[in-house]
C-alpha cells in the first residue's frame, strides 16, 4: 500500500503562482504513472495534469494548459512529484488530489489511479 501526502495549497490572488509538492511513500509498487485532480464540493472530481513516471511523458486538461506544469523528482523517479500553477485563476479554487498507480490509458479519469492523497485547498480569490 502507498501513501501519498500533498502539500503547497494556500490562498492567493488572481494571476499569482502557487507550487503543489506530493510525496508518495513507497516506491517499489506496481505502478507508472502519477497526477494531479481536483475537486470542488457538488462536482465530480477532475484530472488536472499527469506524468508517466521515468519516461517523463506530460498530459494536461485544456483549462490549465499553458499555466500550469506538473514534474517529478529525478533523483526519486517514483516518489515526488510536483505542480506549478502559474496565472491562477478563481476558477481553479479547488481541493487539489494527488494519485498514483499503474495506468494503461484515460490518463486523466480519476477512475483510473489506485491510490490517493488526503488533498490539499487551493484558494484563489
Known amino acids: 500500500h502507498v501513501q501519498l501526502v500533498e502539500s503547497g495549497g494556500g490562498s492567493v490572488q488572481p494571476g499569482g503562482s502557487l507550487k503543489l509538492s506530493c510525496v508518495a511513500s513507497?516506491?517499489?509498487?506496481?505502478?507508472?504513472?502519477m497526477g494531479w485532480f481536483r475537486q470542488v464540493p457538488g462536482k465530480e472530481r477532475e484530472g488536472v495534469a499527469t506524468?508517466?513516471?521515468?519516461?517523463?511523458?506530460?498530459?494536461?486538461a485544456d483549462s490549465v494548459k499553458g499555466r500550469f506544469s506538473i514534474s517529478q523528482d529525478n533523483a526519486n523517479a517514483k516518489n515526488t512529484i510536483y505542480l506549478q500553477m502559474n496565472s491562477l485563476k478563481p476558477e481553479d479554487t479547488a481541493t487539489y488530489y494527488c494519485?498514483?498507480?499503474?495506468?494503461?490509458?484515460?490518463?486523466?479519469?480519476?477512475?483510473?489511479?489506485?491510490?490517493w492523497g488526503q488533498g490539499t485547498q487551493v484558494t484563489v480569490s
Open positions: 494519485a498514483t498507480g499503474y495506468v494503461g490509458g484515460a490518463l486523466l479519469r480519476p477512475q483510473s489511479y489506485s491510490y
Open positions: 513507497e516506491r517499489g509498487l506496481n505502478r507508472n504513472c
Open positions: 506524468i508517466y513516471l521515468g519516461g517523463g511523458n506530460t498530459y494536461y
